[in-house]
Structures are given as C-alpha cells and as structure tokens.
C-alpha cells in the first residue's frame, strides 16, 4: 500500500502563467485559490465516507492470538486432586462475521453519506462561483484604477498648463497674484489626487494577487457578458432556483437529514448475522492439551429496552429534517433576493449611463468654451479652474459606472450559479456529484 500523500502548496502561482484576459485570471483563481481547494479536500474527505459505510455491506474477518501463564483452580481440578493448576496458556482463534440483516442501517447510512458527498460537491461548486466573482471584482478594479490614474494624471497636466499661463501673465505684470494662488492651489489638489488614485491603484493590485493568485500584467477589458442575460428578472430567478449551487447544496442536506432519520429507525429492529469461527487453544483452564472447534451460527441480537435512547434519537433526527428543511427555504428566498438586487443594480446603472455620458460631453464644451472666454478676460481664473475639475469629475464618474455596470451583470450570472459557464471555466472536479460519476 502507498503511504497517502500530502502535499500543502507553499506558492501557488508556481507554474502558473501571467493571466491576462479575464477568463484566465478566473481559471488560474479557480485552481489555485485556498477558499475553492478547501471545499475541494472537504468534498474528498466526505466521500471516503460513503466507503466507509458500504463497509457494512463486507464480512469482517478477526484473527486473534495469544500466549501466556494461567492459574485454575476449579471443581473440576479440584475433583482430580490437583488444586491449583499452573499452565503455559496458548490460544488461537479466527472469527468471520457477515451483516445479513441491520434493520436497514447500512443502506440508509450509505444514503446518507452520498448525499453529505452531493452537498459538499455543490460546495465546491459554490465556492468556485463566487471565488470567480472575486476574481471578476478585483480584474476589474484593477481596469478601473489604471482608467482613474490615467484621468487624474491628464487633469494634473491641465492644471500644469493653466498654472503655466498664469506664471506667464504674472511674468508680463498683467496677472494678479491671487490668481497666482488660486492655481497654485488647484494645482496641488490635482497632484494630491493623482497620488490617491495612485495608491488605490495599488490597493487593487493588492487586492488582484490575493484572491488570483499572481500580479496583474497586461490586463484587457472584457466583453461585455450583456447576451449572457436573460429577458427577465423572472427568467433569472426560475434559471438561479433551477441551477445555484447553494441552493442545490442545502436540497441535499434535506436528503442528508432524511437518510439519518431513516438509519435512527434501524434499533428498532433485530439485527442478523452469519458468524463463521474456528478456535486452537493449548492447556486452557487447567486441562492440559490441544482444544479445537469450529462454529457455523447463525445469531439474531434484538434489544428490548434501553432507557429510551433511541426513541429520543428517533425524534431528534425528525426535528434535524425540519431545520434542514427550512435552511433550504431560507436559502431560496436568499438566492431570489440576490437575483433581485443584482437585476435592480444593472438596471440602474444602465439607465444612469446616458446622464454621465452626457455630464461629460457638456462638461468638456463648456470648459473648451470658458478657455477661448478667459484668454479674452470674459471668464474669471476661479471659472476655468472650476470646469477643469467639472469635467475631471465627470469622466471619473463615467468611468465608474461603466465598471459598476459590467460588474453587475457578472454578478447577476454569479446569482444565477451560471458565471464560469458564462465564462467558458470548467468546475473543479470535485465539483461532480456522485450520480454524475455513476
């Protein structure tokens, strides 16, 4: 037999490529994340628990062997005239014991266990849906941040070039020196705003190598998963009741609790084996010699009372199907729920789009036409400023509800347990139930 292998991955991106698209980043997150690898064990180590019960359906084979010193004194030594017996005992025995009939334990309790397997699987399946989704979060963030950085370092260049016309006014005697201030000022803020986006950036990066793995490198913007949708918010509720894994999941604890209730009824029953053993004993209770048999028995064992214990166990297990029962509803109003507020943030968003698109482009002309009025004196220094930033607000806003809006629809797939299909990821295969591998 081969010693069972442990291995515990010290650096997990070790072997892994860069991911650039979205699809490898959530692959490579899948694979590799500790959160979707611990289902995964969790699933392995239930299963060897369904082994364990069909245990019961084999005979057990005993061998027993012994040698040491015994002392009899009984009537039968005593009849004899020896009293006390002193011996050198040896004994040998080998014992086959095969389950005929449990009260219906074993095959209840082999239930049982697929069906604690199905729900550890759809674990699995959960824990890799919504790993995807973190990995989805963080490879767009990572997107929005270098969009934000790139939009705060054009605004510091704007104010750079009209702080520039002001120290050229001022150089000439026609500027003021309040002027001077006020961009000076403006200035500094567009500088410290560079530097805080540039800091979230780096938080995302972060963020990025903690749920996928590795560092960003060479990220691209995803298509948008729009034809993934469907028509409906009631079309994607009846696709997430049909198909989310947690739910699905918590179905099986029903069954799970079911199968226990069922193996709790089985001492309510006599239990019938067939007991096959063979015994070679030397100098055993002060007789001296070789003592051999062999039996073929058939044994029926049934208890009559025991203080009620299994009565209690009885009805606690019917209490345990009643909770696991109502885990599950909750958790499909938790499922419905989700679709709802993912359905309702992408309609929002969605609809806020043309406002900010709009914001932008009146943003932009007015601030084009607030520079052709202040190099003829018609526009204060304070009223181009102020458009500057307008439109540096504008366009930061655009830019994060375009990311909010793409990331909504991910999680609607995410809420529908249809993201890494949608995504073209194949499942953990700890992710298969036991039927499927039947």
Known sequence: MKPLAIVIPLCISVGIANADTLQEAVDATVKTNPDVLAATHERQAVSKEVDQAKAGYYPTLDLAVGTGWEMTDNPSTRASGRGEVHLNRDEASLNLRQMLFDGFETPNEVDRQE??????????????ENTALDAVLAYHNVLRQQKLVELAQTNLEAHQRTHDQIMLRAERGVGRKADMEQSLGRLALAEANLKSEQAN??????????????????LSLPDSPISMLPASVDEAIATAIENHPTLRLASYDVESAQAQHATAKAPFYPDLHFELGTRADHDIDGQEGKDKDITAMLR????LYNGGRDSARREETAFLINQAAEIRNNTHRQVEESVRLSWNAWQTLNAQMPAREQHVQSSEKARDAYQQQFSLGQRTLLDLLDSENEVFRARTALVNTKYDELYAMYRIL????MLLQGLNVELPEAAATIAANQ
């Open 300 to 303: 029926l064992r049934y208890n």
């Open 201 to 218: 950036l780096r938080d995302a990066e972060t963020a990025y190598i903690r749920v996928v793995g590795m560092p960003p490198s060479s």
């Open 115 to 128: 069906a604690r397997t199905n729900s550890r699987a759809f674990g699995v399946y959960s824990a890799a």
């Open 414 to 417: 995410n809420s529908m347990g």
